[in-house]
C-alpha cells in the first residue's frame, strides 16, 4: 500500500507540471520577453503557415517570429531514429518564409539583437539571418551516421544563445545519453561539452559560464 501511493503522488506531480507547463494564457495577457520559447497559443503569432498543420513553439524578437510547425503526413525513418516532420518558418515581421532545412528541423531560437535565428535540423545546428539571405550550418551531425553504432548517432535539441552571442549552447543526445555542447557562434568549434547524463542548462549573465541547476561551469 505504501508502495502504490508514493508512486501515486510522483503519478499526480508530475501530471500537475505537465500541466502548468502547457497552459494557454488568456488573449490580451503580457507577452514574454523577447527571445522566449513559447508553446502555439501563449502570444500572439502571424496565421499558421502555408502546408502547416500545426505550431509546436514559437520564438519571438520584437515583431520577428520563428515557428516550428508540423506538416501532414507520418514521420520518416532514418536508420533506427523516426524524424517528424516539422519545418521552421521565420516571418521577418513583413514576410513568412520557410527555412530550407530537411524534415525535422524545430527549436528556433533567437539571438540577443535579433540578427539571428539558430534552428536544428537531422543534419545538425544552422544558423540564418531573419530574410534566410545568409544560412550557416554551423554544426554538422552527418559524419556520426555510420551504420551499425547506433550510439554515435546525435540529434541535437533545444539551443540557446550566450547573452552576448558569442556561442551557442545545445543538448546533445544519442542512443544511450544526453550532454550539452556548447560552440563558438562563428566557426562551430566545440568550446565545452558536459558530463553525460546532463538534460537541462542556462546561460549565466556574463555569457562566459553554463549554469546546471545549483552548479556553474565556466566556459575555458
Same mark, same amino acid.
Given at each position: 500500500?505504501? $508502495?502504490?501511493?508514493?508512486?501515486? /503522488?510522483? @503519478?499526480?506531480?508530475?501530471?500537475?507540471?505537465?500541466?502548468?507547463?502547457?497552459? =494557454?494564457?488568456?488573449? +490580451?495577457?503580457?507577452? !514574454? !520577453?523577447?527571445?522566449?520559447?513559447? #508553446? %502555439?497559443? &501563449?502570444? !500572439?503569432?502571424? &496565421?499558421?503557415?502555408?502546408?502547416?498543420?500545426?505550431?509546436?513553439? =514559437?520564438?519571438? $524578437?520584437?515583431?520577428?517570429? @520563428?515557428?516550428? @510547425?508540423?506538416? !501532414?503526413?507520418? %514521420?520518416? &525513418?532514418? +536508420?533506427?531514429?523516426?524524424?517528424? /516532420?516539422?519545418?521552421?518558418?521565420? $516571418?521577418?515581421?513583413?514576410?513568412?518564409?520557410?527555412?530550407?532545412?530537411?524534415?525535422?528541423?524545430?527549436?528556433?531560437?533567437?539571438?540577443?539583437?535579433?540578427?539571428?535565428?539558430?534552428?536544428?535540423?537531422?543534419? +545538425?545546428?544552422?544558423?540564418?539571418?531573419?530574410?534566410?539571405?545568409?544560412?550557416?550550418?554551423?554544426?554538422?551531425?552527418?559524419?556520426?551516421?555510420?551504420?551499425?553504432?547506433?550510439?554515435? $548517432?546525435?540529434?541535437?535539441?533545444?539551443? @540557446?544563445?550566450?547573452?552576448?552571442?558569442?556561442?551557442?549552447?545545445?543538448?546533445?543526445?544519442?542512443?544511450?545519453?544526453?550532454?550539452?555542447?556548447?560552440?563558438?557562434?562563428?566557426?562551430?568549434?566545440? =568550446?565545452?561539452?558536459?558530463?553525460?547524463?546532463?538534460?537541462?542548462?542556462?546561460?549565466?549573465?556574463?555569457?562566459?559560464? #553554463?549554469?546546471?541547476?545549483?552548479?556553474?561551469? /565556466?566556459?575555458?
Amino acid at each position: 500500500m505504501t $508502495h502504490y501511493t508514493a508512486s501515486y /503522488r510522483r @503519478a499526480r506531480a508530475c501530471l500537475v507540471a505537465l500541466f502548468a507547463t502547457v497552459s =494557454v494564457a488568456a488573449p +490580451g495577457g503580457q507577452q !514574454p !520577453p523577447d527571445g522566449t520559447h513559447t #508553446l %502555439a497559443g &501563449e502570444t !500572439p503569432v502571424p &496565421e499558421l503557415p502555408p502546408g502547416a498543420v500545426r505550431l509546436i513553439s =514559437v520564438a519571438r $524578437h520584437g515583431d520577428q517570429y @520563428a515557428m516550428c @510547425a508540423e506538416e !501532414p503526413g507520418p %514521420a520518416t &525513418e532514418q +536508420g533506427t531514429r523516426l524524424i517528424q /516532420r516539422t519545418r521552421v518558418w521565420v $516571418h521577418d515581421g513583413i514576410e513568412t518564409r520557410q527555412v530550407g532545412t530537411a524534415a525535422g528541423t524545430c527549436d528556433p531560437a533567437w539571438s540577443a539583437d535579433g540578427q539571428r535565428v539558430a534552428v536544428v535540423a537531422p543534419d +545538425g545546428l544552422w544558423v540564418l539571418t531573419p530574410d534566410l539571405r545568409i544560412t550557416t550550418h554551423l554544426v554538422d551531425t552527418r559524419h556520426s551516421e555510420s551504420p551499425g553504432d547506433e550510439a554515435a $548517432h546525435r540529434t541535437l535539441a533545444e539551443p @540557446a544563445w550566450a547573452p552576448d552571442g558569442f556561442h551557442v549552447a545545445f543538448k546533445v543526445s544519442n542512443n544511450a545519453t544526453s550532454w550539452v555542447e556548447a560552440v563558438d557562434a562563428r566557426t562551430g568549434q566545440t =568550446v565545452y561539452a558536459s558530463d553525460p547524463e546532463t538534460y537541462d542548462f542556462a546561460w549565466g549573465a556574463d555569457s562566459t559560464s #553554463l549554469r546546471f541547476g545549483s552548479r556553474e561551469v /565556466r566556459l575555458p
